[in-house]
C-alpha cells in the first residue's frame, strides 16, 4: 500500500483534483493519503471531503492528516509538493514592485523578476523539504508543482540527493481545450508534446489516426475560438505547433503581445 504525502493539501481546487485522480486508479485505491497544510481549517475541509470520497466509492484507501510535515513525510513512497510560500498576498507585492519598476507580468511565477522572487520564496522551504525527505523517506520521489519548476527541481537536484520531477496540469488540460475547439472527444483526441515547462508544443495531435491540425486551424477562423486563443494562435500560425501554456501566461514570454 503505497503511502502519498501531498504537502500543500489545503489548495481547495487542485488538491481535489489530484486526490480525485489518484482514487481513479485501481492501483492506488488502497493507498495512504498523508495530507499536510500549514492552515488548519484547510486541511481539515480537505481531509473530510477526502474521507467522504473515499467512504463513498466504497474504497480502501486511508487518510493521515496533520500540521506537521515530517510527520507526513515519514515512509512515504511519494511527496507531491503543491506550496505557494507567502501566499497571495506576496504575488501582489510581486505585482507592486515590478509594476513600479515598468515590468509588465500576466502571472510571473515563471521567469523575470517575477519567476525570481517565487524562486526565492519556494525554492528554500523545498529544498528543506527535500533534505527532510533525505532523513526520513530517502528512497521516495518528489513529485513538484510548485513553480518556478525548472528552477527549483534544479536546485533540489544540485543540493539534495532525492529523485524529483517538475509537473504542470496545462499540458492535459490544454488538450481539453483543443479537442472542444475541434470538436472532438476529450478522451479520443491524442497527442504528443515535447518542450520545456510552460513552453511545450503539441508535435502531433491525433484523432483514429488522422492529423488534425488541419481541423484546428479550420477551427481557428471562427471569431469566437480565435478570440479565446490568439495569442497562442498567431504562435501557431508563425511556428507551426500550438503552445500549451495559456495565452494570458504564453503573453508574458513573448512580451510584444503585451506592448
Known amino acids: 500500500m503505497p503511502k502519498i504525502a501531498i504537502i500543500g493539501a489545503g489548495s481547495a481546487v487542485f488538491a481535489r483534483r489530484l486526490i480525485t485522480d489518484f482514487l481513479s486508479f485501481p492501483s492506488l485505491q488502497n493507498s495512504q493519503l498523508a495530507l499536510m497544510d500549514i492552515d488548519p481549517e484547510t486541511l481539515a475541509t480537505i ?22 510535515r515530517r510527520e507526513a513525510l515519514r515512509d512515504a513512497d511519494y511527496v507531491i509538493i503543491s506550496i505557494r510560500v507567502g501566499g497571495v498576498d506576496a504575488v501582489f507585492e510581486d505585482f507592486r514592485i515590478t509594476s513600479k519598476y515598468g515590468v509588465d507580468h500576466s502571472v510571473g511565477d515563471t521567469m523575470g523578476p517575477g519567476g525570481v522572487f517565487y524562486f526565492l520564496r519556494n525554492g528554500a522551504e523545498i529544498v528543506n523539504i527535500a533534505r527532510d525527505m533525505e532523513e526520513l523517506c530517502p528512497n521516495a520521489l518528489m513529485l513538484n508543482y510548485t513553480n518556478p519548476m525548472v528552477m527549483i527541481c534544479w536546485a533540489v537536484s544540485e543540493m539534495t540527493s532525492i529523485r524529483n520531477v517538475g509537473l504542470c ?3 492535459q ?17 491524442r497527442y504528443w508534446t515535447a518542450g520545456i515547462n510552460h513552453m511545450a ?18 477551427a481557428m477562423q471562427t471569431p469566437d475560438i480565435y478570440a479565446k486563443d490568439n495569442i497562442r494562435f498567431e504562435i501557431m500560425k508563425h511556428f507551426g505547433a500550438f503552445v500549451t501554456e495559456s495565452t494570458r501566461h504564453m503573453s508574458e514570454y513573448v512580451p510584444y503581445f503585451r506592448r
Open 169 to 171: 496540469h496545462s499540458v
Open 173 to 189: 488540460g490544454t488538450a481539453f481545450q483543443l479537442a472542444d475547439y475541434m470538436g472532438i472527444p476529450r478522451d479520443e483526441l
Open 47 to 68: 481531509t473530510a471531503w477526502t474521507e467522504n470520497a473515499i467512504a463513498q466509492n466504497g474504497l480502501g484507501a486511508t487518510v493521515q492528516s496533520t500540521l506537521d
Open 201 to 218: 508544443w503539441y508535435l502531433k495531435l491525433e484523432h483514429n489516426g488522422q492529423d488534425v491540425y488541419p481541423q484546428l486551424y479550420a
